[in-house]
C-alpha cells in the first residue's frame, strides 16, 4: 500500500486521525506553529507538529493550520479568532504531551461540548423517513401516495409496460 511508506506511516492511518483529542472552539480560524528543526529548546515543538498536528487537521477541516520553521527563536503557537484577536502560547522546553494538555484546557472544546454536538449530530427521527427500524415500513402509509402495488394494482398508464401501447 502506497500509504504505509515513509517515516512512521502510522500517522496517515484514519484510527491514528479519529483518536485526536484536541477540536478546537468554533470561534478560532487560523492556527500556526512557529518552531526551529534544530535547538534542545525546539525538541517538544517538533514532536508535537510530527506527531499531534495530523491529528488536528483532520479533527478540524474549517480551521487553516500552517507551520513556520526556522523563522522564530523560540517555538510558540498562535490561533487567530474570527473577531481578530490573537492568542498566543508559549512552548518553549515543554514536551508534546504537555503542549497538547495546556491546548486541550485553553483552546480546546471541553467533554461536556462535545457530548452534547455528538448527540446533535446523530440522525434524529423524521416524519420522511421510512423503512426497517423508522416509524412508518412503506411510502404507501403517507397520505396522499400511490397505494402499494402488492394491494392495489397501480392503473395501467403508470406501468412502463403499457407506456406505448395506446
Known sequence: ???????????????????????LKDKIKVFSVAYNIIGQNNAGAKDFVFWYLPQIQYKNPDVQVATLK?????????????????ILVDIDNKSKEEILEHLLHTIGKSKDVLEAEAITAEKKDNPANFGAGCERACMCEIYGQVPCSGVVPLPKVMRGKYKNAD
Open 70 to 86: 526556522n523563522l522564530t527563536p523560540t517555538p510558540f503557537i498562535k490561533c487567530y479568532l474570527e473577531d481578530g484577536k490573537q
Open 1 to 23: 500500500m502506497p500509504f504505509m511508506i515513509g517515516r512512521a506511516p502510522l500517522r496517515r492511518t484514519l484510527n491514528y486521525l479519529n483518536a485526536g483529542k484536541l477540536v
